[in-house]
């Protein structure tokens, strides 16, 4: 199927995410925060991108922004996983670099579904 990178500092969330989208096939890889992700970029092209936003040194939005400017990974749909609240500026500054945003906790249907539509490239 296709491969997901899932990118968050929480090694539980990561995991739980993995055991998720592994049961509906897909493949997945895990970075522990933006710097291992934009590391893990140079060597897979996953199909979609799960990001968490609060994570240290490099935040999600940075490591979006990086995700963006790069041509080789600029087409590669991001979905936002948080439990930060998103907020009018950040929805103007931000919304046309990444598909969904979803806040944490995720129910494994609602993850899959917004995933599948992702691949599809439905809206």
Known sequence: MSTILI??????????????????????????????????LQVIHPDVILLDLMMQPMDGWTTLKSIKKNPQTQDIPVIIITGKPQFGDERETYAAMYYEYMLKPIRKQDLCTTVTKALSGAC
């Open 7 to 40: 990118v968050d500092d929480d090694p539980d969330v990561a995991e739980v995410f993995k055991i998720f989208l592994g049961s509906e096939g897909h493949t997945t890889v895990a970075a522990e925060g933006g710097i291992q992700a934009l590391k893990l």
